[in-house]
């Protein structure tokens, strides 16, 4: 999975002598001086019209037809124009709703579980107690170089119900941990995302906590704060922002939910569905060859994320003026 | 403050602070992170270089024989040594993509930053949306267009989505605000050049490390897509190594599954051995911004 990096917080703010510097050269309106930046952006523009907002229309549209197929199945089926027939049908599919169901629960799970090892590691890296921060920064977030399919392939192995390393380790504890049973693949995929992205956001958290200011943290030393005293009320709501931010994209991350799962299917030994997650529903329906059926489940996940992303917006943005 | 501080040390100022205790304690908790974190890698680096066949007995965790060019051998040989096909699609794909679209990213960022124009503020909120939305969200419904205007099993399938970054701009235009001045260019503009020669001669020469940054996480993000060359892309031949790999995961026997194992770290190591290398590009990168 993709998570986007965690940059467009800073506030769009531009030098305030760009603007009125260029304006003194007094480019009449039309001049191609004034156009070139159109150019300049054009290829992008083109492209990105392209690439993003006509598929999405190409999904929109094509979700309103309905594939029907006569009886006997002896004409070819024919496309009919009923703009609800998919959204009503995907709605009321177990299938679908149950794997927008379980995204809920893993993000729920699986994103506070992520960001307090991440919050966890950078104080602790963060904290003058600490020895070999370079080395911990970065082993830490090496897995983020691993691509997430290949992650998934390699714990596919540690999972493996045969040779597992990880059970072989825990041997001496006579535990063995069924990491393919039903109850218990959904945390094993959580696990993969987890190690994949953990070390990201804590650099993203870290970097907010080298911004706090000496001062503030001596003067809290001054007055006999211990280290965890000065963690708790000094430390985590200075990079309260930066929180939020992770936040924000790894429960979109959690709603994109594919690669994982994917890999681990085959192997799962039938724990992990087809229709796993929405992303993986929506395939299905493609392999089935009901495209305007994967379109309604694409639209109706990116309708799903689109709000969940923008009310946490909305919250969040409301604590920055408090 | 209540330990009594050797006089040599009094460079490493922080060592007065902390009991031997409190740093014993912390440094326990983060080595038992990196062992998390190691501890996959390290066991996919012990398991290729085993000797062929024995890649998923003992504990993992130490060297048994050595093997690691026998099974490289035999996984250039399996399937008439695709594998070395999709590893080379795979560099094509995330070589072209990222320099075309860091090229596209620099254009429009270096506008967003430094002029004013007709559309500006629509621009940059329409690439700010894009960037919160993940691209995945995208690939379903780029599938069903491209299959209906047959672009199914095309390399530009992959190429042509891959080109556009909404974050690579996004980071192009901070970087071009942060690096480039605007007596430069205007200097650039009196000496005669015109917008374009001042963008290639001066901004792009100023904005470079910020462009290598760029490059390479979209370099990277190509590399992570799965689904959408796995979706568009059914001839084998065409695949990028990931997609290949997972094809071979899943055949259960048909492909030794050592060959998974040896596979994936013969197409992992590169990218861990470029990110280790690069590291400060993707510090900035992930930073930019972001603590303000």
Request: hydrophobic share 50%; net charge positive; glycine share 8%.
């Amino acid at each position: 999975m993709t998570h986007a990096p965690a940059a467009h917080r800073a506030p769009a703010r531009r030098p305030a002598t760009t603007a009125p510097s260029r304006r003194t050269r007094e480019t009449p309106p039309g001049h191609p001086r004034r156009l070139r930046p159109l150019l300049f952006c054009a290829p992008f523009v083109v492209l990105f019209v392209a690439m993003y907002i006509a598929p999405i229309l190409y999904a929109a549209y094509s979700s309103l037809f309905t594939i029907r197929r006569s009886g006997l199945g002896l004409t070819a089926p024919t496309e009919v124009f009923a703009p609800l027939d998919n959204y009503t049908r995907a709605l009321h599919d177990g299938s679908f709703t149950a794997s927008l169901g379980r995204v809920a629960l893993f993000g729920v799970v699986q994103v506070p579980l992520m960001l307090g090892l991440a919050l966890a590691l950078a104080l602790l890296i963060d904290s003058k107690s600490a020895r070999g921060r370079g080395f911990f920064r970065l082993t830490s977030f090496v897995p983020y170089a691993i691509p997430g399919v290949s992650a998934a392939l390699v714990w596919s192995f540690m999972y493996s119900s045969t040779s597992s390393p990880l059970n072989r380790l825990l041997e001496p504890l006579a535990v063995t941990v069924p990491f393919f049973d039903q109850d218990v693949v959904l945390w094993s995929v959580a696990n993969i995302v987890t190690w994949s992205w953990a070390g990201y956001n804590m650099i993203i958290i870290y970097a907010a906590l080298q911004s706090i200011p000496a001062e503030v943290l001596e003067a809290a030393r001054m007055d006999g704060a211990s280290a965890l005293r000065i963690a708790w009320s000094v430390k985590i709501p200075a990079v309260r922002g930066a929180l939020v931010l992770t936040t924000v994209f790894s429960i979109i991350g959690s709603a994109q939910l594919y690669n994982e799962p994917a890999v681990l299917q085959p192997v799962s030994g039938g724990s992990i569905s087809s229709a796993f997650t929405p992303l993986m529903s929506a395939q299905n329906a493609v392999a089935d060859g009901n495209y305007p059926y994967a379109a309604a489940q694409s639209v109706l996940l990116a309708v799903a994320v689109g709000m969940v992303s923008l009310i946490f917006f909305k919250l969040t943005r409301r604590g920055d003026h408090a | 403050m209540t330990t009594v501080i050797p006089a040599p040390a009094a460079r490493i100022r922080p060592r007065r602070e902390t009991s031997p205790a409190s740093r014993l304690t912390v440094l326990a908790l983060l080595g038992l992170s990196a062992f998390y974190f190691l501890f996959p890698l390290w066991w996919l680096l012990v398991a290729a270089t085993k000797p062929f066949g024995e890649q998923f007995g003992g504990s993992g965790l130490w060297f048994d024989g050595f093997g690691l060019f026998d099974n490289i051998a035999r996984l250039s040989s399996q399937d008439d040594g695709i594998f070395w096909r999709w590893m080379l699609n795979s560099v094509l794909y995330c070589g072209v993509g990222a320099l075309i679209g860091t090229t596209l990213s620099a254009l429009t960022g270096y506008a967003l930053a430094k002029y004013d124009f007709p559309g500006r503020g629509m621009l940059f909120s329409l690439v700010l949306a894009a960037v919160l939305v993940p691209k995945v969200l995208f690939t379903l419904p780029l599938y069903l267009m491209f299959s209906g205007v047959h672009l199914i099993d095309n390399p530009l399938a992959v190429l042509l989505p891959s080109v556009v970054s909404p974050f690579g701009v996004y980071l192009a235009r901070v970087f071009a605000e942060q690096s480039v001045p605007d007596e430069v260019l205007e200097a650039g503009r009196l000496d005669g050049a015109g917008e374009f020669r001042v963008f290639r001669t001066i901004a792009v020469r100023m904005m470079l490390p910020a462009l290598v940054t760029i490059f390479l996480f979209q370099f990277v993000e190509i590399w992570n897509n799965y689904l959408l060359p796995a979706m568009v892309l059914g001839d084998d031949r065409l695949q990028p190594v990931t997609v290949g790999l997972v094809a071979w995961n899943a055949s259960h026997v048909a492909v030794p599954p050592p060959l998974v194992v040896i596979g994936s770290l013969v197409s992992v190591a590169p990218l861990l051995i470029a990110f280790l290398a690069l590291q400060r590009f993707w510090r900035a990168g992930m930073t930019a911004g972001a603590v303000k």
